[in-house]
């Protein structure tokens, strides 16, 4: 297969848009597919120079990285085509995208099948974080790197994953300063599980790699997995400045980051935007946006939201930090194909605008998404059920953790008891499905999320249907529905009392109101997105590893089991709070201006001699 042309694109950035997409796998299917790609189709000499990289500019530069002028021993050029754009050389990888598609499942071919590969299974070591409002982060390392750890954030997958920014209140600014502010839809699904990626970052560094070595950090994700992989590496300058998190045993990692965002929405403000740039100047973190011409969602929230990438005001870093690239697939959803021969032609300066079109956003450097992106999911994640974690029968948000280490084992905890304050999503899920639309419509089945379609379809004003809560065998849990007695009202102001009618169908539950202070979430008032924000504070490094003592083995990782038991105490011990200090948001109100009377004009300063500090003398 011949070399088209790829543009000003490094082998990097293909490498994390493969992670990106591994992202979007399950833990059934997360590491056969990741040991078929890694060390079989990428060579794993490419991944030792990858981890022996010293500096930012040697991970950009893959004429240095990987020796392609000045070949030592071993070296990749004999073996592995090379291309070059204006004199400079990367490796070619057209080929190998072809067969990592296949892989994928994204292609067919009756001359492949995937391999166990038991030997590569050994070196490799993950945890993966899943709750009832997102799943899932992967914390990866690979013991053929050992100077790296991973952090993936799996992409939309579904409705209710779509809605953290489509949403209309979704999309409000979540300020952190005086004018800095993040994207609030995605900022709390990040931000609510902080401290739990920061212990399993510790956890498998002190369990599994080398103590003599300093840990480089890199974080991708595409799409929805891309903007949060943007705000956990603007996060991460601000986390390595506070204790304990800049003593040991967290200096182990590097103080800075490198971050590979594939089809990332605006997740930042304009003047947050700048501040990460500036530190892309000074080399803290190391950022490549990577964006296919005509992919709507890198223009979601609009530039008139004040929202912006970063780096995206600034010719000259921009075009050190930014990969525009085509997305040569062709044929019509759901039989997209790739055409590997098709030039990227990827630029780092700002070109003309394209129309908007779906299919750009399922390919990316010749790496599908289609069976990751399916529009079916999106239909049933936001009529008929949830892919995510069930919650409790209280509304509590579950976090569920799997830890592979030769073997799978799980374990779950109680997310919303790890918060400072009472954040209780399953309300706010309902409160904003109730309050995006007022266009009346005929009453749908329940709604679970609170997604992107449950925006169109409000929940009916007639008392639903009766539901019992699903149970397991140890302990009862519930859907995403609203409790059967939950009747919501058109009223702006309604009685924030329960409704004292009797329920004529007993609710196991002794408090049914999912909300337990329902004066707060009930308010139909102005959305403020600072009191649905919460971290996970209570996972300390003792706290995550009592927890991590209470793993249970997985027999079947084909049927990962339903929360059999939920870990609801923790210490009374709280870890700093890194993200939701002083914050601020939602609806802007004009400030009140007083009326210009003679009262309320202020003094008027006439001349320069009345306003000097020397006293004036007397007259004779």
């Known amino acids: 297969m011949s070399t088209p042309n790829y543009g000003n694109v490094h082998f990097i950035s293909f490498y994390n848009v493969v992670l990106s997409r591994l992202a979007y796998f399950n833990d059934s299917l997360f590491l056969d597919k990741y040991c078929n790609i890694f060390g079989t189709i990428i060579p794993e000499i490419l991944m030792k120079e990858i981890d022996n990289a010293t500096s930012i500019a040697e991970l950009l530069n893959d004429t240095i990285l990987f020796h392609l002028n000045t070949p030592l021993s071993p070296s990749p050029a004999p073996t592995i085509p090379t291309y070059s754009f204006k004199n400079i050389k990367t490796i070619s990888f057209n080929n190998m995208a072809q067969k990592i598609n296949i892989v994928n499942g994204e292609e067919k ?78 900022f709390k699904i990040t931000v609510e599980v902080i401290h739990t990626i920061l212990e399993s970052m510790l956890y498998l560094a002190e369990k599994y790699l080398p103590s003599s070595t300093t840990i480089k950090v890199l974080t991708t994700g595409h799409s929805l997995g891309a903007g949060m992989s943007t705000i956990f590496t603007y996060l991460w300058t601000k986390i390595k400045t506070i204790a304990p998190y800049n003593k040991s045993p967290y200096t182990r990692f590097s103080n800075k980051i490198e971050c590979i965002s594939v089809g990332s929405p605006r997740v930042l403000n304009t003047k947050l935007s700048q501040l990460f740039c500036n530190k892309c100047k000074t080399n803290d973190i190391s950022y490549i946006r990577i964006a296919s011409r005509g992919d709507p969602v890198t223009g979601m929230p609009p530039k008139q939201a004040g929202f912006a990438h970063p780096c995206s005001d600034d010719s000259t870093e921009r075009e050190k930090t930014n990969e525009e690239c085509y997305a040569d697939i062709y044929g019509v959803f759901p039989l997209l194909r790739e055409n590997y021969n098709w030039p990227l032609d990827c630029t780092n300066i700002k070109g003309r605008t394209y129309l908007p079109n ?78 995006s639309t007022s266009a009346p419509a005929p009453p749908p089945p329940p709604i679970t999320g609170g997604g992107m379609f449950g925006n169109l379809f409000p929940p009916a004003t007639t008392k639903p249907p009766n539901t019992k809560p699903l149970t397991t065998n140890t302990k009862p849990l519930t859907t995403n529905t609203k409790p059967p007695n939950t009747k919501p009202t058109p009223n702006p102001n309604p009685n924030p009392n329960p409704n004292p009618n009797p329920n004529p169908n007993p609710n196991p539950n002794p408090n049914p109101n999912p909300n337990p202070n329902p004066s707060k979430s009930s308010n139909l008032g102005v959305f403020k997105p600072k009191d649905y924000i919460a971290e996970d504070v209570k996972i300390t490094t003792n706290t995550f590893n009592d927890i991590m003592l209470k793993l249970q083995p997985i027999p079947n990782i084909q049927q990962i089991p339903t929360p059999y038991e939920v870990i609801t105490d923790f210490k009374n011990i709280n870890a700093p709070e890194l993200c939701c200090i002083g914050l601020q948001g939602g609806r802007r109100r004009r400030p009140f201006r007083k009326s210009k009377t003679k009262k309320n004009r202020p003094l008027r300063r006439t001349s320069a001699r009345r306003t000097s500090a020397v006293p004036l003398l007397p007259l004779p």
């Not at 038991?118 to 100077?147: C, F």
């Not at 790296?148 to 409000?172: C, E, N």
């Open 109 to 186: 071919s009756s001359s492949f099948t995937l391999q166990s590969h038991p030997e590569i299974k050994k070196q490799v070591k993950y945890i993966s974080i899943s709750t009832s409002n997102y799943g899932e982060i992967y914390v990866l390392i690979d013991l053929r790197m050992p100077n790296t750890i991973f952090i993936l954030f799996r992409g939309t997958y579904s409705a209710k994953t779509a809605a953290a920014y489509t949403k209309p209140t979704s999309i409000l600014p979540l300020f952190i300063g005086k004018d800095e502010a993040f994207l609030f839809g995605i």
């Open 358 to 435: 779906v299919q750009s956003h399922m390919a990316y450097l010749y790496i599908l998404y289609t069976k990751a992106l399916s529009p079916a999911d999106f239909a049933v994640g936001a009529v008929w059920t949830n892919k995510e974690i069930k919650r409790s029968i209280e509304g509590n948000t579950i976090c569920q953790i799997i830890l592979y280490d030769s073997n799978y084992k799980i374990v779950f905890f109680d997310l919303t008891k790890t918060r400072n304050k009472k954040v209780n999503d399953l309300a706010i899920e309902n409160k904003e499905s109730t309050e």
